[in-house]
C-alpha cells in the first residue's frame, strides 16, 4: 500500500486542522492506521493509533482530548482531527500503516512499540501566533 500524508499548514494556537492519509495500491481496511508525529529534538511518536476494525484506538496523553484518529475504508482515507492546536504540536506528521497479522496487538502497542511497515510522506504542522 502507498499512503500520502496531507493537510498541514501554519496555524495559530487554538486552530484546528485535519490530516488525510489517503491509500492507493491496496483497501485500507486490511491495515491497522497510525499516527506519528516527529518534533524538534525528539524522537518521533506514535500519537495516534486506531486498529483494523476501529474497535480499539489510542491516544498519546499530550494529545488525548483534542485529537481525534478515524478512518473511512470506503475512501481509502484516515484522518487525523486536530483542535485546540498548541505550539508543541508543531512537528511533521507522518501516517503508517500495517497489515499486523497473523497476531493481533493493541491500538497502544502498534503506536509505543510495533514498526510499520509502509509509511507516507510527511506533513508538516506549525502552530505559531
Known amino acids: 500500500v502507498q499512503l500520502q500524508a496531507s493537510g498541514g499548514g501554519l496555524v495559530q494556537p487554538g486552530d484546528s486542522l485535519r490530516l488525510s492519509c489517503g491509500a492507493s495500491g491496496s483497501s485500507l481496511d486490511d491495515y491497522y492506521i497510525g499516527w506519528f508525529r516527529q518534533t524538534p529534538g525528539k524522537e518521533r511518536e506514535g500519537i495516534a493509533c486506531i486498529t483494523k476494525k476501529g474497535d480499539n484506538i489510542y491516544y498519546e496523553d499530550s494529545v488525548k482530548g483534542r485529537f481525534t484518529i478515524s478512518r473511512d475504508d470506503a475512501k481509502n482515507t484516515a484522518f487525523l482531527q486536530m483542535n485546540s492546536l498548541k505550539p508543541e504540536d508543531t512537528g511533521v506528521y507522518f501516517c503508517?500503516?500495517?497489515?499486523?497479522?497473523?497476531?493481533?496487538?493493541?491500538?497502544?502497542?502498534?503506536?509505543?512499540?510495533?514498526?510499520?511497515?509502509?509509511w507516507g510522506r510527511g506533513t508538516l504542522v506549525t502552530v505559531s501566533s
Open positions: 503508517a500503516a500495517d497489515r499486523v497479522w497473523p497476531v493481533s496487538v493493541s491500538a497502544y502497542y502498534y503506536c509505543s512499540t510495533y514498526s510499520p511497515e509502509f
